[in-house]
């Protein structure tokens, strides 16, 4: 069965999504509908405009799509950089096909899986051109009782049939034929494995009667260790074409290794229901509760172990930042969470984010929380300033059909300014009414929305303001 998709983004206005933000078809709203609906998105305002479409087919073990891509640059005109002058990379058409994962020999684990495209990149203005690309990829998974490690290898070869050289600053563009290619190995081994133990309770069943009684049967801690290794090496590129990122695929060499402890309670419930009949009946639920969860990780690079690039102004630094992260809550109401990166070389919280939510099932949700970023000068990581600030955000329901949403951005130190979003709700099984006040750093605005059930709306009324 063949399929066809399509995506059309273009815009006439370089300003426009910037301008109208704002209300029920604005762009953070359509954004917001088209990834709940549909789990699609769609890119950011102040980038390109892409369009595409695709057809494909699927298979068993294997994938086959012929598409074609159009990005658009809403800059280019109105005043701007004349469209002539376009050097924006189109893809005309695209044909992937895709052999998915599956084993070579039935009895033996060792799985192979593999990836084609033949495309072709044109510009207006600059260069253009064939690119193929092969990534075969072997894999071998291992378990047993003691844990699991699945090491991988793949050779991604890529050629380039180049018809016309040159960039949008050139009077005109070069029409000269050339080839070239490129071959990058890439290897990937992860292992983990897991410890746990069951902590089971005793009780008295004459103390657990009636509705709304409940007790934990058992907690389990489980300790999961983790260790990743990857490794793609600094293969040079200059002299192939440059459409995307893909054809700068950046050197990485890195062991990642982490435990993460877990601790899930087992708890039971007596609750209550009305049969048929009229009688009342009592019985029990399960349920389960990640409580407490505590993972420490950290990175070693091994490329900026052997840097010997810039060493007189900075130090070799291949232990990245441990980061420490939390989540508790006993439960499930009240919630506690933690993330922070501390250096091993200046002994420093670099950055960190707390923050504690409430969940109340008749009330609403409400988290507060603090972020900050400290200065940073490390050989590929510079920050010159220190940023800080507290977040406040919840729902809260009101009287009746009334609720309510909010957000503030309080800025505690840094160049950041503050931001705050307060909306009032009139629910009705018909329609809704909302009213919606923001602030940023820029704008002021003051919306009314009239929305009919099923998701139709439109503002009833717009109003924007520099300066109250």
Not at 26 to 42: K, M, T, V
Not at 292 to 321: A, G, K, N
Request: proline share 3%; charged share 30%; net charge negative.
């Amino acid at each position: 069965l063949w399929r066809m998709r399509a995506d059309i983004d273009l815009v006439s206005d370089q300003d426009f999504l910037k301008e109208y933000d704002l209300g029920v078809s604005s762009f953070s709203n359509s954004r917001d509908s088209l990834f709940n609906e549909f789990s699609r998105d769609i890119q950011e305002k102040d980038l390109d405009r892409v369009s595409g479409a695709m057809i494909f087919r699927e298979w068993d073990r294997a994938s086959l799509f012929l598409s074609g891509r159009y990005q658009q640059n809403p800059r280019l005109g109105n005043g701007n950089t004349p469209r002539h002058k376009d050097s924006t990379v189109q893809t005309l058409p695209a044909l992937d096909v895709f052999m998915h994962k599956g084993r070579i020999i039935e009895d033996f684990p060792l799985e192979f899986e593999a990836s084609a495209q033949a495309t072709y990149k044109y510009r207006r203005e600059g260069t253009s051109g064939a690119r193929w690309d092969l990534v075969p990829k072997l894999s071998l998974p291992l378990s047993s009782e003691y844990g699991s490690v699945i090491a991988s290898a793949a050779l991604r070869s890529t050629w380039y049939t180049t018809e016309a050289t040159g960039h949008a600053d050139m009077e005109k563009t070069e029409r000269v034929k050339s080839d070239s290619s490129r071959q990058v190995v890439e290897v990937d081994v992860q292992a983990s494995t897991e410890v746990s133990r069951v902590y089971e309770f005793e009780y008295d069943d004459e103390d657990f009667v009636k509705p709304g009684d409940s007790r934990w049967l058992a907690v389990k801690h489980s300790v999961v260790p983790r260790v990743s290794y990857f490794k793609r090496p600094n293969e040079d590129q200059k002299g192939n074409p440059n459409y995307d990122s893909y054809d700068r695929l950046s050197p990485q060499h890195d062991l990642v290794y982490s435990v993460e402890n877990t601790f899930t309670r087992k708890r039971e419930s007596l609750l209550a229901r009305t049969n048929e009949d009229g009688s009342e009946e009592i019985y029990s639920q399960i349920d389960y509760l990640d409580m407490l969860r505590l993972r420490l990780q950290q990175t070693y690079d091994i490329r900026e172990s052997r840097r010997d690039d810039e060493r007189d102004v900075y130090e070799r630094r291949p232990f990245r930042d441990i980061i420490a992260e939390m989540y508790f809550s006993w439960d499930g109401v009240w919630g506690l969470n933690s993330k922070s990166y501390w250096s091993p070389y200046t002994g420093n919280i670099t950055r960190h984010e707390h923050g504690v939510s409430l969940n109340l099932a008749d009330w609403g949700t409400f988290y507060t929380g603090m972020d900050f970023w400290n200065k940073v000068n490390d050989y590929d990581n510079q920050r010159d300033y220190r940023l800080s600030r507290l977040t406040f955000r919840g729902d809260l329901n009101l009287y009746g059909p009334f609720s309510s949403r909010f957000y503030y951005y309080w800025p505690l130190h840094g160049t950041s300014e503050e931001e705050m979003g307060l909306e009032l709700i009139y629910n009705h099984q018909c329609f809704q009414l909302l009213t919606r006040f923001e602030k940023d750093e820029t704008d002021k605005s003051v919306m009314f929305f009239f929305a009919l059930g099923g998701g139709f709306g439109s503002p009833m009324s717009l109003y924007n303001f520099s300066d109250f």
